[in-house]
């Protein structure tokens, strides 16, 4: 009964967990072109902004379907998991599908991340990644700082 309670939570792990972190953690979430330290020091015209806004609707709109899918698989999962018979073909399957529809999720991501390089070129782009990169770095020392002004009350 335990192996099976293991097996089952370590199911759940793997199911639960995102797959698709290649593509998020690369770009900046949201609108960044609408940043006007941002616009400036890429020096944005407005048709590129247009061309982002765009492509930007168009990527959303996907991505909900995608992410209510992938909620639609993981209900189910979990209905055949938590299930008195248990029917490993049917999990399984149920699984394979999960993954596919995180697969889809991942590369509509990967494919806006291509759309943004190909409408602010490779020069603009690799700008947008240190910038992102620098943004990150500052995200961790400002946690870090707070984290630590915590410690000292103990």
């Known amino acids: 009964m335990l192996r099976k309670n293991?097996?089952?939570?370590?199911?759940?792990?793997?199911?639960?967990?995102?797959?698709?972190?290649?593509?998020?953690?690369?770009?900046m979430h949201g609108k960044w072109w609408h940043n006007k330290s941002i616009m400036t020091e890429l020096e944005l015209t407005d048709a590129e902004k247009q061309v982002l806004d765009e492509k930007y609707t168009e990527n959303r709109r996907k991505m909900i379907e995608l992410k209510s899918e992938i909620e639609k698989h993981r209900f189910e999962?979990?209905?055949?998991?938590?299930?008195?018979?248990?029917?490993?073909?049917?999990?399984?399957?149920?699984?394979?599908?999960?993954?596919?529809?995180?697969?889809?999720?991942?590369?509509?991501?990967?494919?806006?991340?291509?759309?943004?390089?190909?409408?602010?070129?490779?020069?603009?782009?690799?700008?947008?990644?240190?910038?992102?990169?620098?943004r990150d770095r500052k995200d961790v020392k400002r946690f870090l700082r707070h984290r630590s002004s915590y410690r000292d009350w103990d």
């Open 6 to 27: 293991v097996w089952i939570g370590l199911l759940f792990l793997v199911v639960f967990l995102p797959s698709t972190l290649l593509a998020k953690g690369m770009m």
């Open 77 to 134: 999962l979990e209905l055949l998991l938590g299930a008195q018979d248990l029917d490993k073909q049917m999990i399984m399957e149920r699984y394979e599908s999960l993954e596919q529809t995180r697969t889809k999720l991942s590369k509509q991501r990967f494919a806006m991340l291509l759309e943004v390089r190909e409408t602010i070129g490779a020069e603009r782009f690799q700008e947008l990644k240190v910038m992102h990169r620098d």
